[in-house]
């Protein structure tokens, strides 16, 4: 409806459509005299690595691992996107096992919607009252691939499912796990390398490849909706 109007009153309107990940085609579908800018090039560098557990289930003992690793070695705040709260709360336990030998005043916060009570922001959440010198680990769903601004971020550790609701064959919503598609790997990615140099770590097999893209958005689409098997295909590294 927006577009028709633009179309419509183009001497007086523009429309500029902005995002990470933009879908060319749909767009050119909506908007078929629009022109379509693509700027590749990033202001700070963003280092990508894959580090992809053989088993589901090793993900979160791995991440846990390569946080206290980060914590150790290297500066900056971390952000962590996991599928739900039930994963937020497993790595922190994880994390909170082990931290006292690297990061003693390291300080964790949750973004997740059940977290927000009435009148809160996402936003308001992610902005902590602790010391402005304090480490900051963030563990969070997708809500902060795109509604939250935070500072500071160095490293960026990205599960390879996002909880969803689906509509069951019952007619009766239901929570499941699809595997992460590009725009949201584009999103969550973006989240590093905004004030300085980042590092994006995939806990996935993960090409990001104009080609590999393409082949990722395809096999999403092509698959039923619900939770999957194993995605790991590579060891990790000793």
Not at 21 to 50: I, M
Not at 77 to 99: A, T, Y
Request: hydrophobic share 40%; with cysteine.
């Amino acid at each position: 409806l927006l577009a028709r109007f633009v179309q419509q009153n183009s001497t007086t309107h523009r429309l500029l459509v902005t995002g990470a990940a933009l879908d060319e085609v749909f767009l050119k579908a909506v908007l078929p005299n629009a022109e379509f800018l693509a700027l590749s090039g990033r202001r700070f560098p963003l280092q990508r690595l894959v580090v992809a557990p053989r088993k589901v289930e090793d993900i979160l003992p791995l991440c846990a691992q390569l946080i206290c690793m980060t914590l150790q070695k290297d500066g900056g705040n971390i952000l962590v996107f996991l599928p739900g709260m039930d994963e937020i709360l497993r790595l922190q336990k994880l994390v909170e096992e082990k931290q006292g030998r690297y990061a003693p005043d390291l300080y964790i916060i949750r973004l997740h919607s059940d977290l927000l009570g009435e009148g809160e922001y996402s936003q308001d959440n992610a902005e902590t009252r602790s010391s402005p010198h304090a480490r900051k680990l963030y563990l969070s769903s997708l809500i902060a691939a795109r509604g939250v601004t935070l500072l500071g971020i160095r490293y960026v550790f990205i599960h390879p499912y996002a909880r969803t609701t689906f509509l069951h064959q019952s007619g009766l919503d239901t929570l499941g796990e699809e595997p992460n598609n590009a725009e949201l790997n584009a999103n969550e990615a973006g989240r590093g390398g905004r004030t300085g140099s980042g590092t994006v770590v995939y806990l996935f097999e993960f090409d990001d490849s104009d080609e590999a893209l393409l082949e990722l958005e395809d096999s999403r689409k092509a698959k039923l909706p619900g939770r999957h098997g194993d995605r790991g295909r590579s060891d990790v590294p000793k």
